[in-house]
């Protein structure tokens, strides 16, 4: 059974920068895509970045492109979320879940990821 757990949530001001970590266990990181979602107070779950599991395709939403970026350590089974230049907008509980796809991902929420993580809080105010 794939699990999935985030950690590395927190408050932080307006311009600053967090680290989250998805830490995956129960098969290798080549086996599924990844992807990071997040949900708003009173919204709905997005999409944030998806990163496959082979080549290490990459697809950024509009929001977040230029700002946030993925990194991956597969001796730690561990898929990174960097977040800079961060706003009040980007506050919400983070998930990362996922997706048997290895060659390709979406960050669609319906994209067929059926293995989600508990979640993180980010909150990001002055």
């Known amino acids: 059974q794939l699990q999935l757990v985030e950690s590395g949530g927190g408050s932080v001001q307006p311009g600053g920068s967090l680290r989250l970590s998805c830490l995956v266990s129960?098969?290798?990181?080549?086996?599924?895509?990844i992807g990071w979602f997040r949900q708003a107070p009173g919204k709905e779950r997005e999409g944030v970045l998806c990163t496959s599991g082979r080549d290490s395709v990459t697809r950024y939403a509009h929001s977040v492109k230029d700002r946030f970026f993925v990194s991956i350590d597969k001796t730690k089974n561990t898929v990174y979320l960097e977040m800079g230049s961060l706003k009040p907008e980007d506050t919400g509980v983070y998930y990362c879940a996922a997706s048997g796809t290895r060659y390709w991902c979406s960050t669609s929420v319906s994209a067929g990821y059926n293995y989600w993580g508990q979640g993180t809080q980010v909150t990001v105010s002055s």
């Open positions: 129960g098969s290798t990181l080549d086996d599924y895509s």
